[in-house]
């Protein structure tokens, strides 16, 4: 009779404590539900390889550079190679290309950035139109007097719209919505 007495409470002990871990499993099985229903999947609109490219001093280098459609007035769409700058704080182009994209130099904001080695250049603020993937977007854009100007696709607009992933093992960049 004894016996019997000691093992009730033990028997209830473990009951209790097997329904508690149990209603845990559950309540963790019911949240992760939740979880990856509510999660947005993003959706690649763009991956392009890595470029190699020989810098003097430094040797062989990788530049995620991609290719985008780019919006003129008078031909379309036409490709246009950009650097892809996560240091830029907005995309530049050289001052030729606002032409094609049907914008007037003499009206637009004209601004001072300063470069690399602290070089001074003149500005002038716009914006285009360019097509990642089958994505259409708006990017603001500066049109620049430096010489030797690269096509630059910095954060301002791009970064807010896009996710962007530099993956040095794959050598590629990849851009989804």
Not at 121 to 140: C, D, H
Not at 171 to 176: A, D, G, L, N, S
């Amino acid at each position: 009779m004894e016996e019997t007495s000691n093992a009730r409470p033990l028997f209830k002990l473990g009951f209790l404590l097997a329904t508690f871990l149990g209603l845990i499993g559950i309540a963790f099985l019911v949240s992760r539900n939740i979880l990856e229903k509510n999660t947005i999947s993003k959706e690649t609109i763009l991956t392009a390889p890595f470029k190699n490219v020989l810098w003097q001093d430094f040797g062989m280098v990788v530049e995620p550079e991609i290719d985008l459609e780019l919006k003129t007035v008078n031909r379309g769409y036409e490709k246009q190679a950009f650097l892809l700058d996560s240091g830029a704080v907005v995309s530049a182009l050289p001052r030729e290309v606002a032409e094609k994209l049907g914008q007037n130099l003499a009206f637009l904001p004209r601004s001072t950035f300063q470069g690399f080695g602290n070089t001074t250049t003149f500005a002038y603020q716009g914006e285009m139109k360019v097509k990642i993937g089958s994505e259409e977007a708006v990017l603001p854009v500066v049109f620049t007097e430096a010489m030797g100007t690269k096509a630059i696709l910095g954060r301002k607009g791009f970064f807010e719209q896009f996710t962007i992933s530099f993956d040095h093992q794959k050598q590629r960049v990849e851009i989804k919505k």
